[in-house]
Every structure is written in structure tokens, then in C-alpha cells.
């Protein structure tokens, strides 16, 4: 990568391979640089192929993928949804961007994901007062896959459509199943520090035919079949550039080798940090859960040890290194102060004792000795 510093470690890098630009030479050489064109069509079989799905629509974000899914799902004005308070605000803008209200569900200590037991509480809360969700957004964090099976079995007992929200998780499974394709819509992203990445970009994936055209339409201005430019309904223009998804081809054809990287590097952290007393490497993966690895996370046990997440963090960026606070709870944020929460000390928990460390692709041997040498230095001293 890239940057004024080549010696600072970060967090988690583009990593680009050797064939995303053919792909760029080919599109601008055919002249194929509009938000249409063959790259974007192979990119989207590309994600079809891989996850399984029937259907993907190439987006400008993933956040936009979120927004036209949740619209998908019939979410609207005065409407609630179900989303974990422990993820990256783009799970929740777009519950907003719809008019409609975020209701929070705490996390469970294993994998990090929605907790199905909360989440069944807060079920049983709304019903009672008649209310029902329009949407459960489920956030697969870190890469992680949450406890899907007992997770769908709830949203099913109570009539609640699923959307998967696998920004963190290209390349993660359940049951061997690739994550995206467990509920009613799916959802990626391929921001820069993402797993794999078309320096912005994302993708929506579903099996039915009718909801990815609806969501082609609205991606582009939602125009009306007319010679003339007519328009019934509300568009965006969040469709991926043509030369973007040339990026994302190239990259896809390293996805097998970018997950068996960070996987190794979790690993390696896992082996490496064992002998420091009070320091655990997370989240965990559930039964039949392989996770992506997007980011390797330590928590650190106040009983155990006297320094806290961010004096780690200073003290790893002193040796030029990146690594960054858990998630902040949604709840926690002012931009939500007034939505209901179910639960909390779970994902306050985490958010309070943990930071991610350098988990890019792109690690060297010696950068993991690097951020395993800083850490030792000032949590055994
Ligand atoms: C990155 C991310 C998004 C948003 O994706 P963008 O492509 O950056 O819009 C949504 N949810 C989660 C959990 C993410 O990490």
C-alpha cells in the first residue's frame, strides 16, 4: 500500500492482486466506464457464484445495499426494526434514512452477534403490545457468523423477514453455507479496509428475480420504460461504476486466499499472545461457524491486568502501529439516544475491554512479531 508512511502497520489495508487491472484496461479500452457494462455484470456472477445466491445487484456502498434492501422488505415511514446495538452505524442509518425506528437487541459473549435470547424478549415484548417488527437486520461482526440457527428459528416464530447485513463477512460460513443467503436479502460491502475491496463499493444478493430488477430500478433513478425520462417512484443513483467492478473481479479471484490469510493471522495472534495473563483473542466462532477473520480483536480482563484498551492503543501507536476501539454500542450513540434497547451490558462489555489489532492481508511475519513485541512490551511489564 501505498502512503505517506510506509512504516506505520494499519489496521486493515487495501490489499490489491495482479489481475484487477486487466480488467480496468479493458474497460476503459472498450470504452465501458458508465455505471453499466461487462465488468459489472461479471462481477455480480462472480458473487452469485461464490455465495450461491440467484440474484446480485453491483451498489455504490454498502450502506446503499441496506438502504434498497430494507426498502425491499416494505420498510417505511413509523416502521421498527430489529438490529443489533453492537455494529458499525451504516447497519442502522438506513432504518432512519426510511423514516422508520431501530429497536436494539444486546449482543451474546460468544460470537459478539445478536443475542437469540434477547432478541426473543424483545419479540415477546412488542406482541404483547401489538407491535411488529417490519425487519431484523442480523450484522455478522468482525467476519463473524452469529448463532444463525437459533436466530432464524426466532424470526421465524414470529413472521419476521431477515436481512443479512455481511459487510465484515465475504467469505464466511454457517453450516458450510457462504454468509448473505440465510435471509430474504443480503449485503456487502467493498469499502477500502474492507476483507476485499473496489475502493467503495457494494452488493445486495437475493434469490428472487423481481426484488433485484426493483432494486436495478431504484439504484438508477428509478426511470420508467419511456423514451423520455418518466419516473412513478423515488430512485437513487447508487449503482457501481463499470471501472469499479473491474476491481472487484480481480479481487474476487483472491477471496479463497485472502480469508486463509486472515485466518492465519488470527491464528498466529492466538498463539503468540497465549502466555500474556488476562488477555483472551476474540470473537469466538459458534458450532458450525467458520468466520473470514476479518479482524483479530483482544479483550482485555480488568482483574487481570492493570492497562486498559486505550492505553494499549497509545502505546501501540508510539511503535507506529494502528489498532482501534470495538464498535461503539448503537445505543450508546447520541444519534440514537431515543431508541429502545433490549439488554446492553454485553456489547458495553466489549466496546469497554476490547481494540482490534493490524489484521490486513497483507501482514508480514515481522509485522505480527511487530504488534505481538508492543503488546509484551507494556502488558507483561
Ligand atoms: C462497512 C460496513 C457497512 C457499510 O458499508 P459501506 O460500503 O462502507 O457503506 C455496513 N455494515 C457494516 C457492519 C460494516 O462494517
Known amino acids: 500500500m501505498r502512503s505517506q508512511d510506509y512504516d506505520r502497520l494499519y489496521l486493515s489495508p487495501p490489499h490489491l492482486g495482479r489481475h484487477e ?13 458508465a455505471p453499466v457494462g461487462p465488468n459489472l455484470d461479471g462481477f455480480e456472477r462472480d458473487i452469485c457464484e461464490f455465495t450461491g445466491a440467484g440474484h446480485c445487484v453491483a ?12 426498502r425491499l422488505l416494505g420498510v417505511g415511514p413509523g416502521d421498527e426494526v430489529l438490529c443489533p446495538s453492537f455494529t458499525f452505524v451504516a447497519t442502522a442509518n438506513p432504518i ?22 434477547r432478541l426473543r424478549e424483545a419479540l415477546e415484548d412488542m406482541q404483547r403490545q401489538n407491535r411488529r417488527p417490519k425487519a431484523l437486520i442480523l450484522v455478522h461482526l468482525y467476519g463473524m457468523p452469529c448463532r444463525l440457527r437459533e436466530v432464524l428459528a426466532v424470526a421465524q416464530e414470529f413472521g419476521v423477514p431477515v436481512l443479512e447485513d455481511a459487510a465484515e463477512a465475504l467469505g464466511s460460513r454457517y453450516e458450510g453455507q457462504p454468509l448473505s443467503t440465510f435471509g ?20 445486495l444478493v437475493t434469490n428472487r428475480p423481481d426484488w433485484a430488477e426493483k432494486v ?27 471501472l469499479l467492478a473491474g476491481i472487484g473481479r480481480g479481487q474476487m479471484e483472491l477471496l479463497a486466499d485472502r480469508v486463509k490469510k486472515r485466518r492465519e493471522i488470527y491464528a498466529w ?10 488477555l483472551t483473542l476474540g470473537p469466538q466462532e459458534p458450532t458450525h461457524g467458520q468466520s473470514n477473520r476479518w479482524l483479530s480483536c483482544v479483550l482485555l480482563n480488568p482483574t487481570e491486568m ?22 461503539k454500542p448503537l445505543h450508546l450513540q447520541p444519534l440514537f439516544a431515543e431508541a ?38 507494556i502488558l507483561l511489564t
Not at 495472534?269 to 488476562?278: C, D, F, K, T
Open 269 to 278: 495472534y492466538q498463539e503468540h499472545l497465549r502466555a500474556v495473563p488476562g
Open 96 to 117: 432512519l434514512y426510511l423514516g422508520a425506528r431501530p429497536i436494539f437487541v444486546d449482543s451474546e459473549a460468544e460470537t459478539w452477534n445478536i443475542c437469540p435470547e
Open 59 to 70: 451498489l455504490s456502498s454498502g450502506t446503499a445495499a441496506i438502504h434498497l434492501g430494507l
Open 216 to 242: 436495478r430500478f431504484w439504484a438508477t433513478q428509478a426511470r420508467d420504460p419511456a423514451p423520455h425520462y418518466q419516473h412513478s417512484e423515488l430512485g437513487y443513483n447508487y449503482r457501481l461504476s463499470n
Open 340 to 377: 429502545p434497547m433490549y439488554g446492553g451490558s454485553v456489547c458495553t462489555n466489549l466496546f469497554v475491554h476490547g481494540l482490534c489489532l493490524p489484521s490486513g492481508s497483507s501482514m508480514q511475519e515481522s509485522d505480527l512479531h511487530r504488534v505481538a513485541d508492543a503488546l509484551r512490551g
Open 306 to 327: 492493570a492497562v486498559t484498551p486505550e492505553q494499549l492503543r497509545l502505546h501501540l501507536e508510539t511503535h507506529n502501529i494502528e489498532s482501534r476501539p470495538l464498535w
Open 21 to 33: 487491472l486487466n480488467y480496468l484496461h479493458k474497460a476503459i479500452e472498450d470504452n465501458w466506464v
Open 184 to 203: 430474504e436479502v443480503g449485503v456487502f460491502s467493498f469499502n477500502g479496509n474492507k476483507i476485499l475491496t473496489t475502493s467503495g463499493g457494494g452488493a
